[in-house]
T-cell receptor, first 112, second 115 residues
Framework: DTAVSQTPKYLVTQMGNDKSIKCEQNLGHDTMYWYKQDSKKFLKIMFSYNNKELIINETVPNRFSPKSPDKAHLNLHINSLELGDSAVYFC???????????FGSGTQLSVL | GESVGLHLPTLSVQEGDNSIINCAYSNSASDYFIWYKQESGKGPQFIIDIRSNMDKRQGQRVTVLLNKTVKHLSLQIAATQPGDSAVYFCAESGAGGTSYGKLTFGQGTILTVHP
């Protein structure tokens, strides 16, 4: 009965590869997000989607492409992975763009 | 341990003490503030929030205080327990509800509770 679930939990890959992270929420929320947490624990928004529409794109490189097939899912595809992409990526959701976000448990991406 | 090299502010307390974690924000237009707790290997977990039309809000064992004059936010945890050990983040949002969940996070504070 996890509210926001993302897979995989860990992702280790080589530079130049393409990878995807999946996220699903069962809270009935309209709005979903991707946040990135760097090695210093700093959390920063990457994208937000409301009812499958892109609302926020925080100048993320276009190697990162979010896709929302429906309002309960928001996936993140990353092309041509770089060393600097290593981080923990968190999916989150909220009701109608509200600021009280519910976060998933994160995907730790390591690019070698 | 996990905190090595992170250089985040740290707070060490004894079990049963009260803890106060502080946060300064810079955007005077921010009208919503929220505290999250992040345990090792987990995502941020909601603790308590407050809007700018209030200066205090209480939850179970936690209180958030907002001082808009000096742009300062604090989280008070009563009778701190070992299970409270985590990284605590404050975050802010502005523009009267049109921010679409764009929270700006502070740097985090590591709270360690000793039995």
């Amino acid at each position: 009965d996890t509210a926001v679930s993302q897979t995989p939990k860990y992702l280790v890959t080589q530079m130049g590869n393409d990878k995807s992270i999946k996220c699903e929420q069962n809270l009935g929320h309209d709005t979903m997000y991707w946040y990135k947490q760097d090695s210093k624990k700093f959390l920063k928004i990457m994208f937000s989607y409301n009812n499958k529409e892109l609302i926020i794109n925080e100048t993320v490189p276009n190697r990162f492409s979010p896709k929302s097939p429906d309002k309960a899912h928001l996936n993140l595809h990353i092309n041509s992975l770089e060393l600097g992409d290593s981080a923990v990526y968190f999916c989150a959701s909220s009701q109608q763009g509200g600021e009280k976000l519910f976060f998933g448990s994160g995907t730790q991406l390591s690019v070698l | 341990g996990e905190s090595v090299g992170l250089h985040l502010p740290t707070l060490s307390v004894q079990e049963g003490d009260n803890s106060i974690i502080n946060c300064a924000y810079s955007n005077s237009a921010s009208d919503y503030f929220i505290w999250y707790k992040q345990e090792s290997g987990k995502g941020p977990q909601f603790i308590i929030d407050i809007r700018s039309n209030m200066d205090k809000r209480q939850g179970q064992r936690v209180t958030v205080l907002l001082n808009k004059t000096v742009k300062h936010l604090s989280l008070q945890i009563a009778a701190t327990q070992p299970g409270d050990s985590a990284v605590y983040f404050c975050a802010e949002s502005g523009a009267g509800g049109t921010s679409y969940g764009k929270l700006t996070f502070g740097q985090g504070t590591i709270l360690t509770v000793h039995p």
